[in-house]
């Protein structure tokens, strides 16, 4: 038994206490933080900084909200993917937003959307091309982002998708369409908003008003679908064909950056090669 009369390390202490805290609310921002342990905001910076560089802790770049790592989580990392993939994902995008001008998020596939874990968007700050927040969630055909999940993914499961999409007594125009959308995209190694669809789906109405452009790219893990990233720009800001020319190759080095990530981490956890579905379940939810 430690010595009773040995005293505590205080600094430690309190670094415990906001690690704690941090698994305790399983995100929080610097002024939570600093209402909830009573520390000076500088002090709970160095402290952060500590922690994170410890491996502890890490900040998502949408809202910059500190979380607890993956690597010193209790439960089993596979557990909660999603949140491993957008850690995994975050340095990536921070990178992406520093070589492309325009914003970015990481979606994860849904039963009838795919939903964002993570953006750079805030490393921007352009009122015209403000992507997010996280949970938002987009549509499989009429987001860029969606498309690229959708048009990458195994047949087996867009079949599925598409099938609660589709609407009540089918519809063979709007069937025929997507098969085009899906030839399209696969062949030219990303998704656009355009061509609009006929089905009434989520987001349908913004993605026609909103006057924004987007590519996107699908992350593959094991040439497995688990997400997709994308770049939005405002239409009258930037020509479509040069935004492709231009940072196309960032956006899928970015994409391909994240997977070997990914991969690399079910090698560490003894796990590799067992195919992605293993670690990321597929449109699970």
């Not at 805290?21 to 995100?27: D, F, G, L, Q, V």
């Not at 020319?245 to 956006?251: D, E, I, P, V, Y």
Request: with cysteine; proline share 5%.
């Amino acid at each position: 038994m430690i010595e009773r009369k040995v005293k505590s390390v205080r600094a430690l202490e309190r670094g415990l206490d906001v690690l704690l805290e941090i698994h305790r609310s399983r995100a929080a921002s610097l002024r939570e933080l600093h209402d909830s342990t009573g520390l000076p905001k500088a002090t709970l910076l160095r402290m952060l900084l500590t922690l994170s560089k410890r491996g502890l802790v890490w900040q998502r770049l949408a809202d910059g909200a500190f979380l607890p790592s993956r690597l010193h989580k209790s439960m089993d990392w596979r557990a909660d993917s999603n949140a491993a993939l957008a850690e995994l994902a975050s340095p990536h995008l921070a990178e992406l937003s520093r070589r492309v001008a325009w914003p970015s998020i990481l979606a994860v596939p849904r039963l009838d959307h795919v939903e964002i874990i993570e953006t750079n968007s805030a490393m921007n700050r352009l009122d015209s091309a403000m992507l997010g927040p996280i949970g938002v969630k987009l549509s499989y055909i009429h987001t860029a982002t969606g498309r690229a999940y959708l048009c990458a993914c195994d047949p087996v499961e867009r079949a599925a998708i598409l099938n609660r999409l589709r609407p009540a007594g089918g519809d063979p125009a709007g069937d025929a369409l997507i098969e085009k959308i899906v030839r399209d995209t696969q062949a030219r190694g990303y998704s656009e908003r355009r061509p609009p669809h006929p089905w009434p789906d989520r987001n349908k109405t913004e993605v026609a008003t909103d006057g924004r452009r987007s590519i996107a790219v699908a992350v593959m893990v094991h040439d497995h679908a688990v997400g997709a990233i994308n770049t939005t720009w405002p239409g009258h800001r930037a020509d479509f064909r040069e935004m492709v020319a231009k940072h196309l190759r960032t956006l899928q080095a970015a994409a391909a950056a994240i997977g070997k990530a990914a991969e690399a981490e079910e090698e560490r956890f003894g796990v590799y090669g067992a195919g992605a579905e293993a670690v990321f379940p597929a449109a699970a939810e």
